[in-house]
């Protein structure tokens, strides 16, 4: 599932299936009230964001564990969560760094099963004599099924362009409001590694902390495709 941050003074441990991170406090340093990072967890996170980036500005005010780029605390699980995506209500969890490939082949069964199950009610309405009253029942569920179609195939496209950019929804819909990604063009992805990459890193388990990219690796993402750059395949 997800992998989760929760601070206490223990050793890492897995919980239900769930890989938490458990850290130790961080000490506050005598002058200017700028904490350092006392744990080697705290430096990893200090070292994926830009030099000079205080502690303070990183620690989550719920769980107070210091949070990497693309972590947020999700309210209903009480938990932060890596590559934060969204809390899923139908399935109870939030969708995240571990198991944002599951959640794809979940909604990808969804749209197989309801693709199916339209042939299914076509080939029963047209093949197989019967009552008026119970046509009418059918067209009904046709209608329900077709409206639930289209919404999970919009939902497995939509989720498909984001891990072939290397995107969460959270980082889509509220791009303007983290702070790390306001001053970024929206036509750029600053986490993007290329199709093939993203690819191979959801769906092949490499479950890395993303850094923030520097100023030459933004300016070279958002520089415009070429001619020469597509025969190349930059966008892989």
């Not at 441990?13 to 005598?30: D, K, L, M, P």
């Not at 970024?184 to 600053?190: G, K, L």
């Not at 986490?191 to 993303?210: A, P, Q, Y």
Request: proline residues 5%; glycine residues 6%.
């Amino acid at each position: 599932m997800s992998l989760l941050f929760k601070r206490r003074q223990q050793h890492g441990s897995r919980i239900n299936g769930s890989f938490v991170i458990n850290v130790e406090g961080e000490s506050a340093s005598s002058g200017g009230g700028r904490r350092t990072p006392s744990s080697s967890w705290g430096k990893l996170v200090l070292d994926l964001y830009p030099p000079g980036t205080s502690l303070r500005n990183l620690t989550c005010g719920y769980c107070h564990v210091e949070q990497p780029p693309r972590a947020k605390h999700c309210h209903d699980c009480d938990r932060c969560v890596l590559q934060f995506d969204h809390h899923c209500v139908w399935l109870g969890t939030c969708v995240g760094q571990k198991n944002h490939c599951k959640f794809w082949w979940y909604i990808c069964e969804e749209s197989a099963l309801c693709i199916w199950t339209l042939i299914m009610y076509i080939d029963y309405l047209t093949n197989v004599a019967k009552p008026w009253w119970k046509n009418a029942i059918i067209i009904l569920l046709l209608v329900v099924l077709v409206i639930s179609m289209i919404f999970v195939l919009l939902l497995l496209l939509f989720h498909s362009y984001l891990i072939l950019t290397n995107q969460s929804t959270y980082e889509l819909v509220r791009r303007k409001r983290i702070p790390y990604m306001r001053n970024i063009p929206e036509r750029v992805h600053p986490f993007s590694r290329g199709i093939k990459r993203n690819l191979h890193n959801v769906c092949c388990g490499n479950h890395t902390l993303d850094s923030l990219p520097t100023a030459f690796e933004l300016e070279d993402r958002a520089r415009p495709y070429t001619c020469l750059d597509m025969l190349k395949c930059r966008c892989c």
